[in-house]
């Protein structure tokens, strides 16, 4: 069965500080990988979207990579505002359909 | 403005009495699924669609059903709601283009059975 795992479940981080999310995944084979953030009680909004031969894409403060090779992809935040404060999903597909799997996604809370 | 739109927000409702949660979008897009988002648990997909008159079974179809007479919605039919069906529910819509594009999330319907 296709699985994302994500990594670390939560963190907290103070403001202005950087950080690092991963996310490991078996799906295969493999067509694109997103990372999509959650504020809380609101649908998930895309940030990234990486398809096999890109290894890394910015959108302004966050920075995906991936390494197709190994299955891991990596989102980071830096100099995090109180409004990063959300839940980040890694979501995979594959190329032989539309499904997607998700991850259970990470939740970061930034403190002033 | 491009969006997925989901009525109603919020429903509480009594088990055993059915409803219905829709879910309209105005790209003309091809594609559109619903999940649930449960505690602890990743978005899990309940049924989808290809295109009008095409649906399939997701994940965690038990005790749902869709349809699909128009392209534009897509709503989710619980012919009889039980508690554990209490979740948080997202419709999504895409392009059918196997590229790499994004998926478009609606707000979200926060659905109680008791």
């Known amino acids: 069965k296709n699985q994302v795992e994500q990594s670390p479940q939560s963190l907290i981080i103070l403001e202005g500080k950087n950080c690092t999310l991963q996310c490991n995944y078996t799906v295969s084979p493999f067509s694109n990988l997103r990372w999509y953030k959650q504020d809380t009680g609101r649908g998930p909004v895309s940030l990234t979207i990486m398809t096999f031969s890109e290894n890394t894409k910015s959108n302004g403060r966050y920075t995906a990579t991936l390494d197709a090779d190994t299955k891991q992809s990596s989102l980071h935040i830096t100099a995090s505002q109180l409004s990063d404060s959300a839940s980040y999903i890694c979501?995979?597909?594959?190329?032989?359909?539309?499904?997607?799997?998700f991850g259970a996604g990470t939740t970061v809370t930034v403190r002033a | 403005e491009a969006q997925v739109t989901q009525n109603p927000r919020y429903l509480i409702t009594v088990t055993g009495k059915k409803l219905t949660v829709t879910c309209s979008q105005n790209?003309?897009?091809?594609?559109m699924s619903w999940y649930r988002q449960d505690p602890g648990l990743g978005l899990r997909q309940i049924y989808y669609?290809?295109?009008?008159?095409?649906?399939d079974k997701g994940d965690v179809p038990e005790g749902y059903k869709v349809s699909r007479k128009e392209k534009r919605n897509f709503p989710l039919i619980l012919e009889s709601p039980s508690p554990n069906q209490t979740s948080l529910y997202f419709c999504a819509s895409s392009p059918r283009d196997r590229s790499g594009t994004e998926a478009f999330f609606g707000q979200g319907t926060r659905l109680t059975v008791v």
């Open positions: 979501v995979v597909s594959s190329i032989n359909d539309y499904k997607l799997s």
């Open positions: 790209m003309n897009h091809e594609y």
């Open positions: 669609s290809m295109n009008v008159e095409v649906t």
